[in-house]
């Protein structure tokens, strides 16, 4: 049984380009959630997704943005990236309220 | 504010050792409290807490959780090398529908041979 699979694993762009993230939940998972972990710093949660629909929604400005489709993978998306952007970005899938199983995440790095 | 403090935030220890790691809270609408450890990318899940006084247990790692006070700690006894990671807390909050994870800053801990 397959984990939570995040794509790609690193990632390098510069400053004002824009950038897609993706996400397969564990088998059996229908909620997804996006975490940007700062170096040195804790997860901080970004949003999160249940049955297509953003449902809950962190500190971040709107260039941060989701979707899931209907077999319940997810994208982030983030538009015009700044340098404090750079951040690992953890994506965790669970069955509604229930336990957070973590992907490895996507290493970005804004030049 | 909802907040999440683990102390202390490194900690360096030798192989035999016990270690205490704390996690203290401020939040609304607490729900559980999870622990997660984190060796390169992925946190991979250690306990969930719901309950005061009920202590959790893996073989070397156990957790407890005291609401009343607002805290928890994990100990691992008989450290070992592979236990060397950064130890995230995380408080879950329950709002409605969503439950959303708010982390601590972490704790490094490195086991010496």
């Known amino acids: 049984d397959a984990g939570v699979t995040q794509s790609p694993t690193h990632l390098i762009k510069t400053r004002g380009q824009q950038v897609t993230l993706r996400c397969s939940p564990k088998?059996?998972?229908?909620?997804v959630s996006w975490y940007q972990q700062a170096l040195g710093q804790g997860p901080q949660f970004i949003f999160q997704y249940y049955e297509e629909e953003e449902r809950q929604r962190g500190n971040f400005p709107d260039r941060f943005s989701g979707h899931q489709f209907p077999n319940y993978s997810s994208e982030l998306n983030v538009n015009a990236l700044l340098l404090g952007d750079s951040a690992l970005y953890l994506c965790?899938?669970?069955?509604?309220?229930?336990?957070?199983?973590f992907g490895a995440g996507t290493r970005l790095s804004v030049l | 504010e909802d907040k999440v403090v683990q102390s202390p935030l490194s900690l360096v220890v030798h192989e035999g050792d016990t270690v205490t790691l704390n996690c203290s809270y401020e939040?609304?609408?607490?729900?559980?409290l999870l622990w997660y450890k984190q060796e390169k990318k992925a946190p991979t899940f250690l306990f969930m807490l719901?309950?005061?006084?009920i202590e959790k247990k893996s073989g070397r790692l156990s957790s407890i959780l005291d609401k009343k006070e607002l805290f928890s700690i994990l100990n691992i006894t008989a450290t070992q090398t592979g236990d060397s990671a950064v130890y995230l807390c995380a408080v879950v909050l329950d709002t409605g529908a969503n439950s959303k994870l708010t982390f601590g800053k972490g704790i490094t801990l490195s086991v010496r041979p």
């Open positions: 088998s059996g998972h229908d909620t």
């Open positions: 965790a899938s669970s069955v509604a309220k229930n336990i957070q199983y």
């Open positions: 719901t309950s005061s006084g």
């Open positions: 939040v609304t609408n607490f729900r559980s």
